[in-house]
């Protein structure tokens, strides 16, 4: 997936998922794109990409 981001001097560039992940963890972007709902999400504010957390439940996907 492709992903439309903004860096902090206000450039705008095409990223894929993994370099995404890369500049939001080195504070690289100001700005992305959520292609789900068409809203830029900004860094420093809004609810970004998470590693998730722990789960102790029982497993609910099937392998396959």
């Known amino acids: 997936m492709i992903i439309r981001v903004m860096y902090p001097d206000y450039r705008y560039d095409y990223v894929d ?3 995404l992940d890369r ?10 794109l959520r ?14 990409r998470g590693a998730g957390g722990r ?3 029982p497993e609910r996907r099937q392998a396959g």
């Open 17 to 19: 998922a993994q370099a």
């Open 23 to 32: 500049l939001i963890a080195a504070g690289g972007i100001t700005k992305f």
């Open 35 to 48: 292609p789900s709902q068409q809203e830029w999400v900004y860094v420093d504010r809004g609810p970004i």
């Open 55 to 57: 789960y102790s439940g």
